[in-house]
Each structure stands twice: as C-alpha cells, then as structure tokens.
C-alpha cells in the first residue's frame, strides 16, 4: 500500500509556543489530504481537509486561526498549531488521498503532542 | 455518508478465523464499505474495501450481503498482533470525501 509519513512522532512544548507537523506521502502524490485529531479512548476526529494549492476546509468547531495548514506540493501537507495550550494537547494524524479505480486514503504513523 | 453500526468489542483465539459484522442499513447504491484498523498509539491501517462483491486480499476477506445492508470482516487466523480497534466505515467516492470514524470494534486475539 501507499506510505504516508508524519514527522516529529512525538512533541513536548510549552504552552503558548507553535508547532508544526509534517506529513507526507512518499510514493504517490496527494491532491487531497486530511487532518484528524484523536484524544485517548476517543475515536478520530476529522480536523480538515487539504488541497493542494488551496485553502483548507475546516470542520465545524475547528479554529482555522489556531490550526494552520499549508499543503502547498502534491506530496507535503503541514500543520500548524499556534499558541499550544495543555487542551491541545492529542495525538494528531493525517491522511492522503489516493484516488481513481481504488479510492482510498492512507494514513500517517500519528503524531502525539503533549503541551505543558 | 451512511452511519454504521458495529459491536464495540469482540474477542477471538489465536489461530481461529475472527468475524467482525458491521451493519449499515442505509447505505446508498454508491456508497462503499471500507474497513481499516488502528493498533494501540499507531496511524489507522488500510485493510479492504468493496462496493457490493465479496472481496479478498492478502489481510482479510469483506463479504457484504446481497442488499447491502450488512458486512463482515474475515480474518482468516487471527494472530495476537491482529489486536486493534477495527472500523467499519461507509462513504462515497465523490472527490474530497472523508471518512467519518465511529467507535469501532475492539478485537482481543488471545493465546
């Protein structure tokens, strides 16, 4: 199947900082990809959705401000959390698209932010 | 997209075939059934998906009932690394569409 990356794996920051998260899809280009946010025990949760060389749309609920995405080549989405408070603090994941006869969507390993 | 409906746990001895059922009674004719798999603090894994043939790969079968209102996920021998919350998912092809997780099936491979 299709690899998606995240990169980091694992983030501690401290409240009031930014932080962003890479993913990308390594062997196939991504005109859509997708942004989800799971808190423990919860499932995911969908955050947005990106397109290349367009703005995001956000779900209902998700500040567009706070979380920032930029996916600005067919292989490279990131994610920007501005002014991280504890509250942000979750494991995030993205998701590519890869479309024609098998649509499908692959994910990324996930990356888990702990915000002090 | 349709909502499914799934058990929220299930469990299955090592070697033995695990059978997770997923029920979505309102599917709609373009609508397909994916099926993916989320090990404990790991991205969720891709494992089939089909429209209304039964379908097979080297994960698992999908075998989805004639009136489409229904699904199982087969894992042929289950093995302890089979472990995971499975989630049943219905969505369209439509460009830009997401999928919506509910709460999944937490399947427990035991020795």
């Known amino acids: 199947g299709a690899v998606v990356s995240q990169h980091p794996s694992r983030v501690i920051c401290k409240s009031g900082t930014s932080v962003k998260i890479e993913c990308r899809s390594l062997d196939f280009q991504a005109t859509t990809m997708f942004w989800y946010r799971q808190f423990p025990k919860q499932s995911l949760m969908l955050m947005a959705t990106?397109?290349?060389?367009?703005?995001?749309?956000?779900e209902q609920g998700v500040e567009k401000d706070k979380f920032l995405i930029n996916h600005a080549s067919l292989t490279l989405s990131t994610l920007t959390v501005t002014s991280a408070h504890p509250e942000d603090s979750s494991f995030y994941i993205c998701?590519?698209?890869?479309?024609?006869?098998?649509?499908?969507?692959?994910f990324g390993p996930g990356t888990r932010l702990t915000v002090l | 997209d349709a909502k499914t409906t799934q058990p929220p746990s299930m469990d299955c001895a090592e070697g033995r075939a695990a059978n997770l059922p997923c029920n979505h009674s309102?599917?709609?004719?373009?609508?397909?059934v994916y099926w993916y798999r989320q090990i404990h603090s790991q991205g969720p894994q891709y494992i089939i998906h089909g429209l209304k043939n039964n379908e097979t790969n080297e994960m698992a079968s999908l075998i989805i009932t004639e009136d489409r209102k229904s699904s199982t996920l087969i894992l042929p021998h289950a093995t302890l690394r089979d472990t995971a919350v499975y989630y049943c998912?219905?969505?369209?092809?439509?460009?830009?569409?997401?999928?919506?997780f509910g709460g999944g099936t937490r399947l427990m491979v035991k020795p």
């Open positions: 309102t599917i709609s004719g373009n609508e397909y």
């Open positions: 990106s397109n290349e060389g367009s703005k995001a749309t956000y």
């Open positions: 998912i219905v969505r369209s092809n439509n460009a830009g569409n997401m999928l919506t």
């Open positions: 998701s590519a698209r890869v479309g024609g006869k098998s649509d499908t969507q692959y």
